[in-house]
């Protein structure tokens, strides 16, 4: 069992004037590893991002120059799990799932993301690999804003002595 914790807090000031720039960063995260054996493992993690900015802009309106304030703040929280398991003396599974939700104010989000995969030993030094990955944003039902996406990707892996 493997587990790993971080934490980065960072305050950025710039108070030049016409640049007038403040910059909070908050990330923390913890991840944890169970390997039973060489091919059974079980992993997860949680991660969490909080960063607020503002910044002194210029800009052109009807030929007039202004100035405003630009700021963006998001509060990330991100989940994964995945689990591998052997099928056979060749073959393992995998499976995940990802959970993105920011709830910030400048772009709220909510992500999902469920995968699985496979992995066929052909040799000593040879294997097959394939995953499925689907990703939607769960927005509600008829959204112009939804975005779903599937991926499928395969390979041969070589591994060299």
Avoid at 62 to 88: D, F
Wanted: glycine share 6%; with cysteine; aromatic share 12%.
């Amino acid at each position: 069992m493997q587990v790993s914790a971080s934490a980065q807090v960072a305050d950025n000031r710039n108070d030049t004037p016409g640049i007038r720039h403040d910059l909070d960063d908050r990330q923390f995260a913890v991840h944890a590893v169970y390997t039973a054996s060489d091919r059974l493992l079980l992993s997860g993690g949680y991660n969490y991002l909080q960063l607020n900015s503002a910044t002194d802009i210029v800009f052109f309106t009807l030929a007039r120059l202004r100035s405003s304030r630009s700021l963006y703040e998001t509060k990330t929280h991100a989940a994964t799990a995945e689990v591998q398991v052997p099928a056979g003396p060749r073959l393992d599974f995998r499976f995940g799932y990802q959970y993105i939700e920011d709830k910030g104010l400048s772009l709220p989000l909510r992500m999902h993301a469920p995968r699985a995969g496979f992995q066929l030993k052909l040799h000593r030094s040879i294997a097959a690999e394939g995953q499925w990955q689907h990703c939607s944003y769960g927005e509600r039902l008829f959204s112009l804003e939804g975005y779903r996406a599937y991926t499928i990707a395969a390979g041969l892996r070589f591994n060299l002595p």
